[in-house]
């Protein structure tokens, strides 16, 4: 089996609105999967019925072969994801955090003990892990995150919009960090805003737009095929230029 994460005919339906409708694609083992679309796209559902947290309407999904909802248990060892919005206890530190996700995972303590520091170290943050995260800057917080999606070791991490909102210095050790995880075999699927962040890491694209892969397949085959020098061109020419506006059915709550 060559692919990491395997969906057929994914669709999603909140009430009416089809947020996910009928998307197919194959992650190869190894590889930076970048998914990008304007606001409102599918991306973060599309993602969330692949970590298990949603249920599809309809079709299927696998991680490593796993059925994502026959088996969903197996799914949430193998995936560690770092999602759109910062779940993190505020009062507590860095260490009291991974402990407590770690103990969600079932691990051992004195494994936990020893991962939690491994990780601190990994992710910079040793020097401050008895401080508590909520007098922490959005980048050390981010760090704290994606600390958290790798306490049990997955093979697939999920990163949903990793550097948004970050500093160019958090930015950059973000980037150079999924790089790293590549490097170790890790598969990543990555959603970003940021065209350049997508162009330098990503293997393979997936442009999505009202639910649906517009177009799909490795970066410069991409790039030949529009006849562009960028991501951001290809991006542009399949989603167009124009302003999207739109009023959403629901309440957004992010970041206010
Ligand atoms: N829980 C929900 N209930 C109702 N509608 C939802 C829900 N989650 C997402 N939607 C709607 O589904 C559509 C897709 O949203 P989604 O968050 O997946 O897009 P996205 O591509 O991640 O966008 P963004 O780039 O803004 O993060 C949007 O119209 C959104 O308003
Ligand atoms: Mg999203």
Redesign the pocket.
């Known amino acids: 089996m060559n692919y990491a994460v395997e969906a057929e005919k994914l669709t999603k339906y ?2 009416n ?1 089809i ?2 409708d009928n998307v197919s694609f194959k992650v190869r083992k190894g590889e930076i999967f970048g998914l990008v ?12 019925m692949i970590c298990t947290v949603l249920r599809p309407s309809s079709g299927r999904a696998y991680v490593e072969g796993y059925d994502v909802i026959k088996h969903a248990q197996e799914v949430r060892k193998l995936i560690g994801v770092v999602q ?1 919005k910062l779940i993190l206890y505020a009062p507590l530190t860095p260490v009291e955090n991974l402990e407590f996700f770690g103990k969600l995972y079932d691990l051992d303590s004195k494994v936990l003990k020893e991962r939690i520091k491994e990780l601190l170290e990994e992710v910079k943050l040793l020097a401050v892990k008895d401080k508590p995260v909520g007098t922490f800057s959005t980048g050390m917080r981010q760090r704290v995150n994606i600390a958290r999606a790798l306490l049990h070791d997955p093979k697939v991490v999920i990163l ?2 990793p550097t948004n909102g970050l500093d160019p210095q958090s930015v950059r050790w973000v980037r150079d960090y999924i790089l790293n995880l590549k490097n170790k075999g890790l598969t990543i699927i990555l ?1 970003s ?1 940021d065209m350049y962040e997508i162009d330098e890491l990503s293997d393979t694209v997936a442009i ?1 737009d009202k ?1 649906k892969i517009l177009e799909i397949g490795r970066k410069e085959e991409l790039k030949a095929k529009y006849n562009a020098s960028k991501i951001e061109d290809v991006f542009l020419e399949l989603t167009g230029r124009e302003l999207r506006d739109e009023i ?3 309440l ?1 709550r ?1 970041g206010w």
């Open positions: 909140f009430g609105l947020a996910v679309g304007p606001n409102g796209a599918g991306k973060s559902t599309l993602i969330r759109e949903d919009e959603t805003h999505m639910g959403s059915g629901r957004k992010r």
